[in-house]
């Protein structure tokens, strides 16, 4: 409908892994679309293990999207009354007095700090750690990063005045702003989930004070005054309020108004997660999941996949086939129809056991085997994950109303949504808010403002609904086991020998024949 000089609206930020985005809701939360503005950019791997970015870059990128997104809202006569972001969770970069970068920004999948990983899980009680936390011992958190950039930057963290993640960064440049959202310090691995203060034990193993963090703020305390130079390239946004940053993921599920517990949200981008919002008083984390923060009344409560449309993309780009094409052919092999048992840790296992010394297996190749096949058996070997991270999240939550799906990679593959449908065993029902968490973002600002008293009743608006079949239930839960069996044998629990069986993989013949070709059983 034709819009009026009187329409206003959010402009919300969304900085991804891959790309970011700049978009503009109106009062009542829909997509203006063509204030839509998208720009790629590829992260740095130069050194194994290495997934960074350079943050300056980074800011000019984000600045670009928002002067297209002013320019289009500007055409749609829509007034900016504030401004929301979402920021992925994780990311680490150190500033000096100064407010300069001292090193590049370090990514959720950079893996450089895995050996640090190790000696943290051999000398430390990570179940302790992660009770306070809701975090592991993994080279996606802080406390590895920072003891391997003071193992191996001695230089740069001399100069290094303050640790921030990107979100902190981007507003340091806008407004000289040095505060941190609760949601994004959850993530970093430092923070008491319960008690919202950054947790003293986990600072001394990260080698950090509190006065080389930022200070921890309620997102809702918004930054006001630009600095000048922004102000003279933005003047509709001069004063108008900055939301601080929040999680991606815990934004993607207000998005997709999955408030509560009886709706999970399942995302497959780039990575996978699976997750539901908590509004009580205090969480005890149950193994196996991460447990971090929305804001401090709601936790987000769920498991985090590396894997998801970056697998897709790495059969199609390493075989030379097209990947639509692919897709289409893995989607028409029957369920675990394929001979293949895959371990799916093309970057690193996260949920459900975080490890990040475990790489990707592919167990039963032949002549016969077809890429297609390959492909399917990933998909199918990464949806297994997300059963496992359902069954720890049960042990708070239950079993959830429906599971709403959202995410490019998901939404736009019915095989791979009716694939989550019947491993899960639960209603998968298709997300119709094709950006999640900008529209999160959105959303929250608008419900600070008065403008949508009811963002916490909202339901999910969903597009297509995928209903488990059991029969197919049945052969992925056999296939399931399977794959359990092949990860016991080949990633042995920490600090047991490489060579030793484990206990969970003796026993009868019967078990051991699971390994077999799954063509021959069914």
Same mark, same amino acid.
């Given at each position: 409908m034709p819009r009026t000089k009187s329409q206003q609206g959010v402009l919300a930020l969304d900085l991804g892994t891959s790309s970011v985005r700049a978009v503009v809701y109106d009062n009542v939360g829909a997509m203006?679309?063509?204030?839509?503005?998208?720009?790629? *950019?590829?992260? /740095?791997?130069?050194?194994?293990?290495?997934?960074?970015?350079?943050?300056?870059?980074?800011?000019r990128l984000i600045a670009e999207s928002i002067d297209g997104a002013l320019k289009a809202a500007g055409k749609e006569k829509v007034a900016i009354l504030a401004v929301g972001a979402a920021c992925y969770w994780h990311s680490l970069m150190g500033v000096d007095h100064r407010g300069r970068p001292?090193?590049?920004?370090?990514?959720?999948?950079?893996?450089r700090s895995a050996r640090e990983t190790r000696r943290l899980r051999t000398d430390v009680d990570e179940r302790a750690y992660h009770a306070r936390t809701g975090c592991f011992f993994h080279a996606s958190y802080w406390p590895a990063k920072l003891r391997w950039l003071h193992a191996t930057r001695r230089?740069? @963290? /001399?100069?290094?005045?303050?640790?921030?993640? $990107? %979100?902190?960064?981007?507003?340091q440049q806008f407004h000289d702003d040095g505060r941190v959202s609760h949601s994004i310090a959850s993530g970093t691995g430092l923070l008491d989930v319960n008690r &919202?203060?950054?947790?003293?034990? =986990?600072?001394?193993?990260?080698?950090?004070?509190?006065?080389?963090?930022?200070?921890?703020? +309620?997102?809702?305390?918004p930054a006001q005054s630009l600095r000048s130079i922004f102000a003279r390239r933005w003047p509709e946004l001069r004063e108008v309020p900055w939301y601080l940053p929040?999680?991606?993921?815990?934004?993607?599920?207000?998005?997709? =108004? &999955?408030?509560?517990?009886?709706?999970?949200?399942?995302?497959?981008?780039?990575?996978?997660?699976?997750?539901?919002?908590?509004?009580?008083?205090?969480?005890?984390?149950?193994? %196996?999941?991460?447990?971090?923060? $929305?804001?401090?009344?709601r936790y987000?409560?769920?498991?985090?996949?590396?894997?998801?449309?970056? @697998?897709?993309?790495?059969?199609? +780009?390493?075989l030379g086939l097209h990947k639509k094409k692919l897709e289409r052919a893995a989607a028409d092999v029957a369920p675990?129809?394929?001979?293949?048992?895959?371990?799916?840790?093309?970057?690193?296992? /996260?949920?459900?056991?975080?490890?990040?010394?475990?790489?990707?297996?592919?167990? %039963? $190749?032949?002549?016969?085997?077809?890429?297609?096949?390959?492909?399917?058996?990933?998909?199918?070997?990464?949806?297994?994950?997300?059963?496992? @991270?359902?069954? =720890?999240?049960?042990?708070?939550?239950?079993?959830?109303?429906?599971?709403?799906?959202?995410? %490019?990679?998901?939404i736009h593959s019915p095989a791979w949504s009716q694939m989550l449908a019947d491993a899960l065993n639960l209603r998968v029902m298709i997300s119709s808010e094709p950006e999640a968490s900008s529209r999160?973002?959105?959303?929250?600002?608008? *419900?600070?403002?008065?403008?949508?008293?009811?963002?916490?009743?909202?339901?999910?608006a969903h597009g297509r609904t995928y209903r488990p079949r059991a029969r197919v239930h049945a052969i992925y839960e056999r296939a399931r086991r399977r794959q359990q069996h092949l990860y016991q044998l080949v990633f042995p629990p920490l600090g047991q020998p490489e060579h030793a069986t484990p206990i969970a993989a003796r026993g009868s013949s019967s078990r051991r024949k699971d390994l077999r070709s799954p063509a021959a059983k069914h």
């Open positions: 203006v679309e063509p204030t839509l503005t998208d720009l790629p *950019y590829k992260v /740095r791997t130069t050194e194994p293990g290495e997934v960074s970015s350079d943050p300056d870059s980074l800011v001292t090193t590049e920004l370090l990514t959720w999948a950079d893996t230089g740069a @963290v /001399r100069r290094t005045a303050r640790w921030v993640s $990107l %979100g902190e960064y981007l507003y &919202c203060q950054w947790d003293g034990q =986990a600072l001394r193993l990260a080698g950090v004070t509190v006065k080389e963090l930022s200070r921890l703020s +309620d997102w809702d305390q929040l999680g991606d993921g815990a934004l993607a599920n207000v998005g997709a =108004a &999955c408030t509560n517990r009886r709706w999970a949200c399942a995302t497959i981008g780039t990575s996978g997660a699976l997750r539901v919002v908590l509004d009580q008083n205090h969480v005890t984390v149950p193994w %196996g999941t991460f447990v971090y923060r $929305l804001d401090r009344r987000v409560l769920g498991g985090a996949l590396s894997e998801g449309g970056n @697998v897709v993309r790495w059969f199609a +780009d390493s675990d129809g394929h001979g293949l048992t895959v371990l799916p840790f093309w970057a690193g296992e /996260r949920s459900p056991n975080w490890r990040g010394d475990a790489h990707a297996v592919i167990a %039963g $190749l032949s002549l016969s085997s077809r890429p297609e096949q390959m492909l399917r058996a990933a998909m199918e070997a990464i949806t297994y994950q997300f059963v496992a @991270v359902a069954a =720890a999240m049960r042990k708070v939550v239950g079993r959830p109303q429906s599971v709403i799906a959202t995410g %490019g990679q998901l999160g973002a959105a959303l929250l600002v608008l *419900y600070h403002l008065g403008k949508l008293p009811r963002l916490w009743s909202l339901r999910p």
